[in-house]
T-cell receptor, first 116, second 113 residues
Framework: AQTVTQSQPEMSVQEAETVTLSCTYD???????LFWYKQPPSRQMILVIR??????QNATENRFSVNFQKAAKSFSLKISDSQLGDAAMYFC?????????????FGKGTHLIIQP | NAGVTQTPKFQVLKTGQSMTLQCAQD?????MSWYRQDPGMGLRLIHY???????DQGEVPNGYNVSRSTTEDFPLRLLSAAPSQTSVYFC????????????FGPGTRLTVT
């Protein structure tokens, strides 16, 4: 079984600043996928970014990038030039890559507040 | 493409009642799953299916039943509702293999009194 830990229940950042959300995980799997999901007040789950563990290069999607440290089992999300629309709950999630039948294991989430 | 659809959006049940949460997807995905989200928690896997006729239990299956008679539909049944089942329920689908994006439905907020 795997666990995902998000140690920051809440983070606050000024608009246009940069913020980093932390995520660590524990697994005995050697190959897996990692994800960050955004959940705004509408409660819709939106995929922000994904990382395949076998890839050394950190994933980026526009203003969103990750710092993936496989040995440390760390997967942080950096949001640059924060915008009011980034305010939401952010969930880190893990899925083993073998077999395909595994569901996602989620952390408890970080509530991101954007100060205007 | 409608993506993943769920009905109803809101539901109030009395303890002991039964009901079915509906989920459908139009992306021809083999893999479908149900999660519940409780306050202060991430989503937890209830049941999943890797294709029509095949279902299996996730992390928190007790009190729930599923079936998968078609690729498109994956209903979740509450057999005898309990207050502990008050939660927001999400259905999701994805391709079975690879790092394919998991698409989520809009969720159903269920309250059991």
């Amino acid at each position: 079984a795997q666990t995902v830990t998000q140690s920051q229940p809440e983070m606050s950042v000024q608009e246009a600043e940069t913020v980093t959300l932390s995520c660590t995980y524990d697994t005995s799997e050697s190959d897996y996928y990692l994800f960050w999901y955004k959940q705004p007040p509408s409660r819709q789950m939106i995929l922000v970014i994904r990382q395949e563990a076998y890839k050394q290069q950190n994933a980026t999607e526009n203003r969103f990038s990750v710092n993936f440290q496989k040995a440390a089992k760390s997967f942080s999300l950096k949001i640059s030039d924060s915008q009011l629309g980034d305010a939401a709950m952010y969930f880190c999630a893990f899925r083993p890559s073998g077999g395909g039948a595994d569901g996602l294991t989620f952390g408890k989430g970080t509530h991101l507040i954007i100060q205007p | 493409n409608a993506g993943v659809t769920q009905t109803p959006k809101f539901q109030v049940l009395k303890t002991g009642q039964s009901m079915t949460l509906q989920c459908a997807q139009d992306m021809n995905h083999e893999y479908m799953s149900w999660y519940r989200q409780d306050p202060g928690m991430g989503l937890r896997l209830i049941h999943y299916s890797v294709g029509a006729g095949i279902t299996d239990q996730g992390e928190v299956p007790n009190g729930y039943n599923v079936s998968r008679s078609t690729t498109e539909d994956f209903p979740l049944r509450l057999l005898s509702a309990a207050p502990s089942q008050t939660s927001v329920y999400f259905c999701a689908s994805r391709e079975l293999a690879g790092v394919g994006e998991q698409y989520f439905g809009p969720g159903t907020r269920l309250t059991v009194t």
